[in-house]
């Protein structure tokens, strides 16, 4: 053991007439702790929680739309096929997005009218899986159904939206927010109605269809399960006179993070009137904005730490005070300038470090806990009502809790720098005057 690092442990380890320095060594580790700990469960709560709200949103948008400048699309066929053969494309399928009202003998709703293909909407977003949550409802915990079992339910009850019901009348899907709001269940038939009908004598009357409802989905989120409504692609070319058209086609991609660019490939090789829209592009303002404030806040809980530094800084102040006369007789028998402030230097990296590795080890203990630990996320609920997730998302990155570590240990090595230098700099012959 070199007697730099010796002589650094040993000043920690104060007598009784400085304990008060031992003190304020002590609350500097747990300053050091505190903040380590904070930061790092922030950091993985805010990214599980933009994490969720990805997954959640390309649960019901696709990766890519692929839309035309002159509005309905009528050759979307050949422009599925052309985005299917585009190398790094898992899916693709047509879509029709359309407003209207949904009406049950009870209620009355807004919604978002979408028509897809039974035999390829599963593949380009996970609503089979959504219907498979709102089929099974509060017994999949009873009957413990993994993900690829509810998609299974799911694909079973989407094949249904194009087969003919026994009401005679063409099948819907709704969301569960929706249903409990109209007050229907499977079975009940609903009207939907559209402001843009057919031109009579007195003006453009409403457009009226009953449908009945075959199912109901749970994406999780209350402002898609409230607001949204699924119907066959041919049925809703007849509610919308469509007439062989559709609104676009969804595109999946292997890569989400490079779907910008995979669209921009795409936009020119379909070229003129051709464009393509991506999930990024569509929640740009959303998740910019989750970005920014996980920084405003990792500044702010980075704060801690620089306190914790300023206690290393004021701690390490006094033991110069109190140990002038060891730095002199240190001198007196050989010692270096540099061999001084190696010791100072020392002495502060051994709090710094074991107060960033234990409030590391902290942080990841709970960030573990919260996310495998069904009575620890009990204790903090979530209201699906204000959040659009109801879980208490973590995602444990074992590159924010490197960086953290080795920002506070930086932080830490930059505080001990300023007294390490005074102590070097003592004259032993002052120090040693009058003794």
Same mark, same amino acid.
């Given at each position: 053991?070199?007697?730099?690092?010796?002589?650094?442990? %040993?000043?920690?380890?104060?007598?009784?007439?400085? +304990?008060? #320095? @031992? *003190?304020?060594?002590? /609350?500097?580790?747990?300053? &050091?702790?505190?903040?380590?700990?904070?930061?790092?469960?922030?950091?993985?709560?805010?990214?599980?929680?933009?994490?969720?709200?990805?997954?959640?949103?390309?649960?019901?948008?696709?990766?890519?739309?692929?839309?035309?400048?002159?509005?309905?699309?009528?050759?979307?066929?050949?422009?599925?096929?052309?985005?299917?053969?585009?190398?790094?494309?898992?899916?693709?399928?047509?879509?029709?997005?359309?407003?209207?009202?949904?009406?049950?003998?009870?209620?009355?709703?807004?919604?978002?009218? %979408?028509?897809?293909?039974?035999?390829?909407?599963? +593949?380009? #977003? @996970? *609503?089979?899986?959504? /219907?498979?949550?709102?089929? &099974?409802?509060?017994?999949?915990?009873?009957?413990?159904?993994?993900?690829?079992?509810?998609?299974?339910?799911?694909?079973?009850?989407?094949?249904?939206?194009?087969?003919?019901?026994?009401?005679?009348?063409?099948?819907?899907?709704?969301?569960?927010?929706?249903?409990?709001?109209?007050?229907?269940?499977?079975?009940?038939?609903?009207?939907?109605?559209?402001?843009?009908?057919?031109?009579?004598?007195?003006?453009?009357?409403?457009?009226?269809?009953?449908?009945?409802?075959?199912?109901?989905?749970?994406?999780?989120?209350?402002?898609?399960?409230?607001?949204?409504?699924? *119907?066959?692609?041919?049925?809703?070319?007849?509610?919308?006179?469509?007439?062989?058209?559709?609104?676009?086609?969804?595109?999946?991609?292997?890569?989400?993070?490079?779907?910008?660019?995979?669209?921009?490939?795409?936009?020119?090789?379909?070229?003129?009137?051709?464009?393509?829209?991506?999930?990024?592009?569509?929640?740009?303002?959303?998740?910019?904005?989750?970005?920014?404030?996980?920084?405003?806040?990792?500044?702010?809980?980075?704060?801690?730490?620089?306190?914790?530094?300023?206690?290393?800084?004021?701690?390490?102040?006094?033991?110069?005070?109190?140990?002038?006369?060891?730095?002199?007789?240190?001198?007196?028998?050989?010692?270096?300038?540099?061999?001084?402030?190696?010791?100072?230097?020392?002495?502060?990296?051994?709090?710094?470090?074991?107060?960033?590795?234990?409030?590391?080890?902290?942080?990841?203990?709970?960030?573990?806990?919260?996310?495998?630990?069904?009575?620890?996320?009990?204790?903090?609920?979530?209201?699906?009502?204000?959040?659009?997730?109801?879980?208490?998302?973590?995602?444990?990155?074992?590159?924010?809790?490197?960086?953290?570590?080795?920002?506070?240990?930086?932080?830490?090595?930059?505080?001990?720098?300023?007294?390490?230098?005074?102590?070097?700099?003592?004259?032993?012959?002052?120090?040693?005057?009058?003794?």
């Amino acid at each position: 053991m070199k007697y730099e690092f010796f002589i650094g442990l %040993r000043y920690l380890s104060s007598r009784r007439k400085q +304990k008060f #320095t @031992s *003190i304020i060594g002590i /609350i500097s580790v747990l300053g &050091v702790i505190i903040g380590v700990m904070a930061l790092n469960i922030v950091l993985a709560v805010m990214g599980g929680f933009e994490e969720e709200l990805r997954e959640k949103i390309l649960g019901v948008s696709s990766h890519l739309v692929v839309l035309s400048y002159n509005g309905p699309m009528k050759d979307y066929g050949e422009i599925k096929q052309d985005v299917l053969e585009f190398p790094g494309v898992e899916g693709a399928s047509p879509f029709i997005y359309g407003q209207g009202m949904i009406s049950s003998e009870r209620n009355v709703s807004g919604s978002v009218i %979408r028509g897809v293909d039974p035999n390829t909407a599963g +593949k380009v #977003t @996970s *609503i089979e899986q959504a /219907i498979g949550n709102g089929t &099974v409802g509060k017994g999949r915990s009873e009957k413990k159904l993994n993900d690829e079992q509810l998609s299974e339910i799911g694909r079973e009850v989407l094949g249904k939206l194009s087969a003919e019901t026994e009401s005679g009348k063409p099948p819907i899907l709704i969301g569960k927010e929706l249903a409990a709001n109209l007050g229907v269940i499977e079975g009940d038939l609903v009207s939907l109605v559209s402001p843009f009908g057919k031109l009579g004598p007195f003006g453009q009357t409403a457009k009226v269809k009953k449908y009945e409802v075959i199912g109901m989905f749970d994406y999780g989120m209350i402002e898609y399960d409230s607001s949204i409504s699924y *119907i066959d692609l041919g049925d809703a070319m007849d509610f919308f006179d469509m007439e062989g058209q559709v609104s676009g086609v969804e595109v999946k991609v292997k890569d989400i993070y490079n779907a910008k660019k995979m669209g921009n490939e795409l936009t020119s090789i379909l070229g003129f009137p051709y464009y393509t829209r991506n999930w990024e592009e569509v929640n740009k303002r959303l998740f910019k904005a989750l970005r920014l404030e996980r920084i405003a806040i990792a500044i702010i809980l980075g704060l801690i730490i620089l306190v914790a530094a300023l206690d290393i800084v004021s701690t390490l102040t006094m033991v110069v005070m109190e140990k002038g006369k060891d730095i002199a007789i240190l001198r007196a028998m050989g010692a270096t300038r540099s061999g001084i402030l190696k010791i100072f230097v020392t002495e502060g990296m051994i709090i710094g470090t074991v107060g960033t590795l234990l409030g590391t080890a902290a942080g990841y203990g709970v960030c573990y806990l919260l996310k495998t630990s069904e009575t620890v996320r009990a204790l903090i609920p979530f209201d699906n009502n204000v959040y659009p997730i109801s879980d208490f998302p973590v995602k444990i990155e074992p590159f924010y809790f490197i960086t953290v570590a080795f920002f506070s240990i930086l932080i830490c090595f930059i505080a001990t720098l300023y007294p390490a230098f005074q102590a070097s700099r003592k004259d032993p012959i002052e120090a040693l005057r009058y003794e």
